[in-house]
């Protein structure tokens, strides 16, 4: 089986086993206001989308919109994927070094999302380059992502979750990898995603290239 092949089974959220009807109809609405918002913003511009064009594009009303997305740079952030990663790095082999756990699930994550919809990937990553409040959101999400990352990391080694350690590694990790977002917006999207993500983990891991400071 191919790495994309296995995390599209584990990771993405359409795949998952057994879920009931009302389950099912919650995702399906979530990703019909997605569908809506970047098709919208291809259309015409994040600015100018509105959550009423939002909510009468995906044949919903406005408040079932808010009751699922709080702000409309929500809609364009928000994803089933942190909990599910969370949930596959529980599920790594407890004598596994953490950073090959992190690499393991971490590469899930990113091919089953670019299998899944590479356009929507990109066009977040530009949004946050390009929209304040895009931008600003996506520093709160990193804030929240941290928190389950601490939750993990505490599990697998007895450390403290709001001990200073982990919570300067926790938030270096998180927003190590928002800067490799940024970094591959702003270069126009050149290279593969993966492997920038890799040279970020690495520098985690070793330090800095030069061996300075």
């Known amino acids: 089986m191919n790495p994309m092949t296995a995390a599209r089974s584990r990771l993405s959220p359409a795949d ?10 919650k995702i399906k609405t979530r990703e019909a206001i997605r569908d809506a918002t970047y098709a ?15 909510a009468d594009r995906a044949e919903v009303s406005p408040s079932t919109v808010f009751r699922y997305f709080p702000t409309k740079e929500d809609i364009v952030l928000t994803d089933e994927y942190d909990p599910l990663m969370l949930e596959e790095l529980r599920a790594r082999p407890a004598d596994e070094p953490w950073m090959d756990s992190l690499r393991h699930v971490i590469h899930m ?21 390009q929209v304040p ?23 697998r080694t007895g450390l ?45 891991e070793h330090g800095l290239p030069t061996g300075n400071p």
């Open 16 to 25: 998952r086993p057994q879920l009931g009807l009302r389950e099912r109809k």
């Open 40 to 54: 919208l913003i291809r259309e015409q511009g994040y600015d100018a989308t509105t959550i009423e064009q939002i």
């Open 109 to 129: 994550s990113l091919d089953a999302m670019m299998a899944e919809d590479p356009d929507a990937v990109r066009m977040r990553a530009h949004l946050g380059i």
């Open 133 to 155: 409040a895009v931008r600003s959101r996506m520093v709160e999400s990193m804030s929240e992502t941290g928190r389950m990352l601490r939750g993990a990391l505490a599990e």
């Open 160 to 204: 403290d979750p709001d001990g200073l350690d982990v919570r300067v590694y926790a938030m270096s990790l998180t927003g190590g990898l928002m800067e490799v977002y940024m970094h591959w917006a702003e270069t126009g999207f050149q290279g593969e995603l993966v492997d920038l993500v890799d040279r970020a983990l690495d520098v985690l």
